[in-house]
């Protein structure tokens, strides 16, 4: 079975340095952990949004499975991005089996995709390193809420 971790604390401002992950998944390498979940606890939700042939982008795929998941669904146009040299470099090599599947290193604060290049955009927890150093849920800085807004008007 595939370990389930706790979603990161807020205020955990380690969530947001490269270092912290690159470390992680330096130790950790491919190996898949999922934070919220994985493909099954979302296909409710997620699969009535899907249709044969979607272009699909995974936003901070990590080292989740739910890339190489979808693809085994028959979802073989898949993007993976995730800001982290070490992660990218381990799931191109877990999964170069899959050749639907892409990895690129990426900020979700500065995306390089032209515009309409995905039908689906997947997001699963990834949009929390905006708000690391936030203490309280209820009353976002306006910084985090900008940075929000940004990411989410380009995707």
Not at 19 to 26: I, V
Not at 65 to 79: F, P, Q
Not at 127 to 136: A, C, G, R, S
Request: charged residues 25%.
């Amino acid at each position: 079975a595939v370990p389930v971790l706790p979603p990161p604390a807020m205020g955990s401002r380690r969530y947001g340095q490269r270092r912290f992950w690159d470390r992680l998944y330096g130790r950790e390498g491919a190996e898949p952990r999922e934070w919220l979940g994985g493909l099954s606890r979302f296909l409710p939700h997620l699969e009535p949004e899907l249709r044969p042939g979607d272009r699909i982008l995974v936003l901070g795929c990590g080292n989740s499975a739910l890339s190489h998941d979808l693809h085994e669904r028959g979802h073989t146009d898949v993007t993976s991005i995730d800001f982290s040299p070490a992660c990218i470099a381990a799931m191109r090599a877990r999964y170069a089996h899959c050749p639907g599947l892409r990895w690129a290193v990426m900020d979700i604060r500065a995306l390089a995709f032209p515009d309409a290049a995905f039908d689906v955009v997947v997001e699963k927890g990834t949009l929390d390193v905006l708000m690391v150093k936030e203490t309280d849920p209820w009353n976002v800085s306006p910084q985090a809420t900008a940075a929000m807004h940004r990411v989410l008007a380009e995707v």
